[in-house]
T-cell receptor, first 117, second 111 residues
């Protein structure tokens, strides 16, 4: 039974298109995250939501818009895709946010490999 | 200066060797420290949290040195299956605490 799932696993698209990635967690966690891992394997946080509220927004272009319909789901919509958006996008969840001072483990989804042509 | 720095390696060691990695962080107010393991084309998974008093889990020992602002990971009796990238994570203050990953250290254990 998958704890954090993402769809799709692979996404190949043309520059300028709009695409969405979906994430769901069945762990009952309050906090969810989106990370981008580039070709040099650097994993960088993009957004975090706690109980559907945006708590971290890390200088990401506004072409990226996260949406959390409920605390088990965090989707990522990307407008006007660019070549530099090609990366692996990971969703993650934890019981509480890092700001709570807790040292909670993050559970990651399997990643979505986005290729922009 | 990057907020969280790691030597990318690769560290190439024979089975049975002991290997150690360090990870330095620049913000002294950072809280909560972790080591994650990432296998090729897979998601990161928690290896261990790092506590102020240090902690050990089987062949793995993690330590925190707040004075010098680094965490360390020691792997004893390396196995082939330990080959992976080891990512350190530090919660860095910035409005909210931000989980900040290092670039990872690649370990290759050979027969």
């Amino acid at each position: 039974d998958t704890a954090v799932s993402q769809t799709p696993k692979y996404l190949v698209t043309q520059m300028g298109n709009d695409k969405s990635i979906k994430c769901e967690q069945n762990l009952g966690h309050d906090t969810m995250y989106w990370y981008k891992q580039d070709s040099k394997k650097f994993l960088k946080i993009m957004f975090s939501y706690n109980n559907k509220e945006l708590i971290i927004n890390e200088t990401v272009p506004n072409r990226f818009s996260p949406k959390s319909p409920d605390k088990a789901h965090l989707n990522l919509h990307i407008n006007s895709l660019e070549l530099g958006d090609s990366a692996v996008y990971f969703c993650a969840s934890s019981k509480r946010p890092a700001s709570s001072g807790g040292a909670d483990e993050q559970f990651f989804g399997p990643g979505t490999r986005l290729t922009v042509l | 200066r990057k907020e969280v720095e790691q030597d990318p390696g690769p560290f190439n060691v024979p089975e049975g060797a002991t290997v150690a990695f360090n990870c330095t962080y620049s913000n002294s107010a950072s809280q909560s420290f972790f080591w994650y393991r990432q296998d090729c084309r897979k998601e990161p998974k928690l290896l261990m949290s790092v506590y102020s008093s240090g902690n050990e889990d089987g062949r793995f020992t993690a330590q925190l040195n707040r004075a010098s602002q680094y965490i360390s990971l020691l792997i004893r009796d390396s196995k082939l299956s330990d080959s992976a990238t080891y990512l350190c994570v530090v919660n860095v203050p910035g409005g909210s605490y931000i989980p900040t990953f290092g670039r990872g250290t690649s370990l290759i254990v050979h027969p």
